[in-house]
């Protein structure tokens, strides 16, 4: 990119954010028309979706938007706290009974929310229905997935002990209950789960007005005292172009994800927070094994070719950390050791030039409308390589519902022919080796196309998962240098991600995982 270009960008973007600096003042709000109005204390108004979300249950949909209210709606066996710390759910404790046998011994006393009462033959039923073949959930691939749980079968041992039997052994499976798990009730319709759910969590649905709004209330009776200690949850479906003055007329009370251009207003509004953390999300820009990316030396030409830090300045404000490789900080199997490709054109294309490239190609690109912009400043740095990219952009849900196992379920058509693919991806079960799987080997995953066909790779991920956990994460990071070396994708950076927050709400900290779950809903309090 020249340099000319480059101090205009600077010059406009120092200019829009000097516009931005005038203070906001407080809007009169009148909120009594709302059903549910955030002036009241008994409402948590949430701006997360612009879309209705594809369903409520982990068997119809397994997407992060499902994923917030499966957190709440549901209990798994086990969850994570804000750290990335594993805690007891409906499981109490848990251990390693064989090489490939788990056993958990569940809670005593919990009911579903329609007052049945939960024991094994629950979670028996749960994980069973999730591999029957004939119900095609969309949640299959995680416990029939020969590089991440392989389940043979649920035993159930007494009404509150149940085993798990693995066809081969696994470092992963106690993270993978946190959104997995989600246990349903053995006595209800399962199509009656995609839009009345009904589970054990500290939170019961209540009502779906579709395109405005999803309610959920309080479960008067749930197993762990003290919480949620706000009465209703309520989900606006709002477009993201509204989210800010949403907020800012103190018609809601938290932005989980809130676009960077939008920032300055926030700040600048004395009754509106922001929160922020590193967090395990990331842009990840996959290239397709074929043509020229099949070659190493043109896959590390493209890594060198982009400014990253240029990026970060101008896509989230300066807040990001350039990566090397797959993983991330704070996440298990993460390689602190790796440093991430120097942006270096002559590199690049002394590199294209070696692989017989040096007249540059065209690349057809993929992406959510979330990565839009920092797509098309990477198409700015490719051009300095000769390399075009030809994006296509669509909305999120499009996205995911046009991968290979979700355009499956769905009945949609799914997106091929794509060079590249670009969407955000974060990790909610902490462990790297989740999206070593779902990014390069399992086509549950979101990626439009299936990129991935290195055996090598495969040998190497599978040596990985062992249960043993200090040979597991010295493996994975074995691992996560394998990925950088050989540049399986064109590495962006990991987030810190940004959320707006009213002032008399309290919320202790944003979740390492990048997810809006569970602890964030059940303890945050309002004044």
């Not at 979706?49 to 594809?54: A, G, I, R, V």
């Not at 397994?62 to 798994?76: A, E, K, L, R």
């Not at 086990?78 to 848990?94: E, F, Q, R, S």
């Not at 939170?203 to 309080?218: A, E, N, P, S």
Request: charged share 25%; glycine share 4%.
């Amino acid at each position: 990119m020249n340099v000319f270009i480059r101090i205009t960008v600077c010059l406009l973007t120092l200019c829009f954010m000097a516009a931005c600096e005038k203070r906001i003042e407080p809007h009169n709000i009148k909120d009594e028309e709302e059903e549910y109005p955030a002036s009241s204390i008994d409402n948590f108004i949430i701006l997360n979706y612009t879309d209705n979300p594809l369903a409520m249950d982990p068997v119809h949909a397994n997407d992060p938007d499902m994923g917030t209210f499966s957190s709440v709606i549901y209990d798994s066996l086990t969850y994570h706290d804000y750290d990335g710390n594993l805690k007891p759910g409906l499981a109490l404790n848990w251990r390693q009974i064989g090489e490939k046998t788990y056993q958990f011994k569940l809670r005593q006393g919990v009911k579903f929310h329609n007052g049945k009462e939960f024991d094994a033959y629950d979670v028996k039923y749960t994980i069973d229905t999730h591999l029957n073949p004939d119900v095609n959930s969309a949640t299959a691939l995680i416990w029939n997935n020969q590089h991440l749980v392989n389940v043979k079968e649920v035993v159930v041992v007494d009404k509150y002990t149940v085993n798990f039997v693995l066809k081969s052994e696994s470092g992963i499976i106690t993270h993978m209950m946190h959104m997995f798990s989600a246990v349903l009730p053995k006595d209800y319709p399962l199509e009656e789960l995609k839009t009345n759910p009904i589970g054990t969590g500290p939170y019961k649905f209540l009502k779906w007005d579709h395109g405005k709004q999803i309610v959920l209330t309080r479960n008067d009776d749930y197993w762990q005292p003290g919480i949620p200690k706000i009465k209703n949850l309520v989900f606006k479906i709002l477009p993201v172009e509204k989210w800010h003055e949403t907020i800012i007329a103190g018609k809601a009370d938290f932005i989980m994800h809130l676009p960077g251009k939008y920032r300055k207003k926030i700040e600048a509004d004395v009754n509106t927070d922001i929160m922020e953390r590193l967090v395990l999300s990331s842009i990840w820009i996959s290239l397709r094994n074929k043509g020229p990316l099949k070659d190493v030396r043109v896959r590390k030409a493209l890594n060198h070719a982009v400014d990253m830090e240029r990026i970060i300045r101008y896509a989230e404000y300066g807040k990001g950390i350039a990566l090397a490789s797959i993983g991330r900080r704070g996440e298990f199997g993460y390689n602190e050791n790796i440093t991430p490709y120097k942006y270096d054109v002559a590199k690049a294309r002394e590199l294209l030039k070696e692989a017989g490239y040096e007249d540059g190609f065209t690349l057809k690109v993929f992406a959510t409308d979330i990565t839009e912009t920092v797509m098309n400043l990477i198409k700015e740095d490719l051009l300095d390589i000769k390399v075009k990219l030809e994006l296509e952009i669509v909305p999120q849900l499009q996205y995911i519902v046009k991968a290979p196992y979700m355009s499956h379920i769905y009945g949609t058509e799914p997106a091929t022919g794509y060079d590249m693919t670009a969407w955000i991806v974060d990790n909610p079960v902490i462990n790297m080796l989740f999206n070593c799987d779902t990014l390069m080997l399992s086509s549950m995953s979101y990626i439009a196309h299936t990129p991935y066909n290195y055996k090598e790779y495969e040998v190497m991920h599978n040596w990985a998962n062992v249960a043993d956990p200090f040979e597991h994460e010295r493996r994975l990071k074995e691992l996560d240098k394998y990925i950088h070396d050989n540049a399986y994708f064109l590495f962006t950076y990991q987030r810190v991600l940004t959320s707006a927050i009213r002032k008399n709400i309290h919320m202790k900290k944003l979740n390492i995982n990048g997810h809006l779950d569970f602890g964030m809903l059940t303890e945050t309090a309002k004044d």
